[in-house]
């Protein structure tokens, strides 16, 4: 069983920067595409941001411009650099990655989420 394990979520104003870390618990799994998602009250977890072990990267509009997402292949970690933040981008954040010991037999692994919430 692989855990994910999340960090650096928090309270900031509107205008400012957050980076969020997830790490694998496990060193010795591979790990193909990482993604960041996000769930506000009321609404559907929704994608915000994608990256393949490769390095193509793909965000959802609202976001294209102000999030960077970037990984470390070596450290089985996920990062999600947010600047220009807004209100809307208030929600709890998940990281995603599909993983395996086998190239090709990926399972999906969660997050527990942590919380972004912008003061406007």
């Known amino acids: 069983q692989v855990q994910l394990v999340e960090s650096g979520g928090g309270l900031v104003q509107a205008g400012g920067s957050l980076r969020l870390s997830c790490a694998a618990s496990?060193?010795?799994?591979?790990?193909?595409?990482m993604g960041w998602y996000r769930q506000a009250p009321g609404n559907q977890r929704e994608l915000v941001a994608g990256?393949?072990?490769?390095?193509?990267?793909n965000y959802a509009d609202s976001v294209k411009g102000r999030f960077n997402i970037s990984r470390d292949n070596d450290k089985n970690t996920v990062y999600l650099q947010m600047t220009s933040l807004k209100s809307e981008d208030t929600a709890v954040y998940y990281c995603?990655?599909?993983?395996?010991?086998?190239?090709?037999?990926?399972?999906?692994?969660w997050g527990q989420g942590t919380q972004v919430t912008v003061l406007s």
């Open positions: 995603k990655m599909e993983a395996g010991y086998i190239p090709g037999f990926w399972a999906d692994y």
């Open positions: 496990r060193s010795t799994i591979s790990i193909n595409v």
């Open positions: 990256i393949t072990r490769g390095g193509t990267t």
